[in-house]
């Protein structure tokens, strides 16, 4: 059925447009949330403004969006052997090149040390984003935009 999705076994109808545009800014907003905390609480992990907060979300949220699955899919059978633990590097490997990419603007500032704080960063940004969205679900509040 064009418009529903079977969510098991029973339908929900898809979120519109608007609903998809909330969602999406509330996971951006997690997003930057997890990124400020991880400022405070990672030593190696600069981050000023809240405009590059917003920016290094954005960043971050794209890359986790396009890049990551193409990563995963790549990676599944060391993923399998490694138990999940080759997800933690690719998370990591992504959260540095947020880093690099952030670096070629003159507007965000957002800097990592080294290797050991970025991959505490990811574990922080991962644990950060699930915990606020079991709080905060961006799909049941998409569905409020109907």
């Given at each position: ?8 076994g029973r ?18 907003l997690v ?89 505490f960063g ?25």
């Amino acid at each position: 059925m064009p418009g529903y999705s079977i969510i098991v076994g029973r339908f929900e109808r898809e979120p519109s447009t608007a609903g998809r545009i909330a969602a999406f800014i509330i996971r951006w907003l997690v997003t930057a949330a997890a990124v400020w905390v991880v400022a405070a609480l990672v030593p190696g992990i600069r981050l000023e403004g809240l405009g590059s907060t917003l920016a290094v979300a954005l960043i971050l949220g794209l890359l986790n969006a396009y890049l990551k699955p193409l990563l995963v899919i790549s990676a599944l059978p060391g993923i399998v052997l490694s138990l999940g633990f080759l997800l933690i590097l690719i998370n990591t490997a992504l959260l540095a090149l947020t880093a690099w990419i952030a670096g070629k603007f003159d507007g965000i500032t957002f800097a990592i040390d080294g290797f050991w704080s970025a991959f505490f960063g990811a574990i922080i940004i991962s644990l950060t984003s699930f915990l606020l969205t079991r709080f905060i679900n961006p799909g049941r509040i998409a569905r409020r935009f109907d």
